[in-house]
């Protein structure tokens, strides 16, 4: 919880607004909460999003939430535009360094461009597991080499890294590094809440 805090008051710094909770529910608790009920709310592809049940939470309170996971391929990219559009957008993080920056690492480039653009106010919920001590070398062995041969393991992507369970920098379609975004400090472009939780979420 300690280095949470330490990178609470790291985060402050570089222009966001930072919370700590000690749980994933806790978090979940505050956002439902902080996101105005009559928000539309966009998701970017969040496996955190997902463990903790945030959109079945706010579509049962009767929001738009737009979410490109799970319906069918041919709609996918529409949900991703409107998802770029709404009122407050709800993703994670690969990797988060100590020293504040945020990195990512996406396939379709969507939560790239939503984080920087787009919405109306951005939050991120870091699970410990995401935090990353060293520089961007660190972060980027974190994401090549924990994160997205899990996911892709758990998308039942075909890639090398889904069968190896480290990155083979391939040549798969189904490929998810394609593109990479650090954020040195918040984006000028809207507010941004990073929850910072003492337990691990997603990859």
């Not at 998701?43 to 463990?51: D, L, N």
């Not at 903790?52 to 535009?81: F, I, T």
């Amino acid at each position: 919880m300690e280095q949470l805090q330490l990178l609470q008051e790291r985060l402050t710094k570089l222009g966001y607004t930072a919370h700590v909770f000690a749980t994933g529910d806790a978090a979940k608790d505050y956002l439902l909460s902080a996101i105005p009920a009559s928000d539309s709310v966009g998701v970017g592809g969040s496996m955190t999003v997902q463990q903790l049940g945030l959109a079945e939470a706010l579509r049962a309170r009767g929001q738009n939430v737009y979410w490109h996971w799970g319906v069918p391929a041919q709609e996918a990219n529409e949900m991703r535009r409107l998802a770029s559009t709404a009122d407050s957008y709800l993703c994670s993080a690969n990797a988060l360094l100590t020293d504040g920056r945020i990195v990512n690492i996406d396939g379709f480039g969507n939560r790239l461009a939503a984080t920087i653009y787009g919405p109306k106010k951005v939050y991120m919920i870091v699970g410990k597991n995401k935090i990353v001590s060293g520089g961007l070398d660190a972060a980027m062995d974190h994401i090549k080499n924990v994160s997205c041969p899990r996911n892709a393991k758990r998308l039942q992507l075909k890639t090398p890294c889904a069968a190896a369970g480290r990155c083979m920098d391939c040549a798969s379609p189904d490929r998810m590094c394609r593109a990479v975004l650090i954020l040195e400090r918040k984006p000028n472009s809207h507010p941004m809440e990073i929850l910072l939780v003492d337990e691990e979420l997603g990859f």
